[in-house]
């Protein structure tokens, strides 16, 4: 179980902070007009929803404070999103886009948030996406929850790699 969380915080880590810089903004592409997800988010809460080969479900989550993660997202309109990790001091510009299939007045209640860059499509072919990195996102007025299926990188019949945000 150590080893599996230690595997969960090193993906996390990857995905925040891999990314290349942004260059030409005419032809990249603008999310979704979404304006409640625009701003500074913290990451509270990481890990994984796993089903083991007996049909057994595991939720291994965590929240990342007191483990010494502490990463924030900065959404821009224009398609930016800064990772910032503060521990490591380190910030990375990435692109992002928003597709909203459903919501409502409070927030996203079904949605993809895409993260875009060469980085980001190394790790979704990784996972057996195609394109950019693909998460399922919902939000609220203050939390954002993202979803992603990682079970192509684990020997589990099913594993969700799950990120909880809370608006700063």
């Known amino acids: 179980m150590k080893k599996l969380i230690a595997y969960g915080v090193l993906f996390t880590i990857f995905i925040l902070n891999s990314g290349a810089g ?4 005419t032809t990249d592409p603008k999310p979704d007009t979404f304006p409640g997800l625009i701003g500074k988010w913290k990451l ?3 890990g994984y929803y796993i089903t083991k080969s007996d049909g057994t479900k595991v939720n291994d989550t965590f929240d990342t404070e007191p483990r010494g993660i502490n990463i924030v997202y900065e959404f821009f309109d224009d398609g930016r999103l800064v990772v910032t990790d503060v521990a490591r001091s380190t910030k990375v510009e990435i692109r992002w ?8 007045d409070k927030g996203i209640l079904e949605g993809q ?7 980001q ?14 998460f399922q ?5 203050d939390l954002i929850f993202l979803v992603v299926d990682v ?8 594993m969700t790699l799950i990120q909880n945000f809370k608006k700063m």
């Open 113 to 119: 948030l895409i993260q875009i860059g060469n980085e």
């Open 22 to 25: 942004c260059s030409d903004k």
């Open 137 to 141: 996102i919902n939000t609220t007025p």
């Open 121 to 134: 499509k190394e790790l979704a072919k990784e996972i057996g996406q195609s394109g950019d990195l693909t």
């Open 44 to 46: 509270t809460k990481t």
């Open 97 to 104: 886009s928003l597709k909203v299939i459903k919501s409502d």
């Open 151 to 158: 079970t192509k990188m684990s020997t589990y019949p099913e």
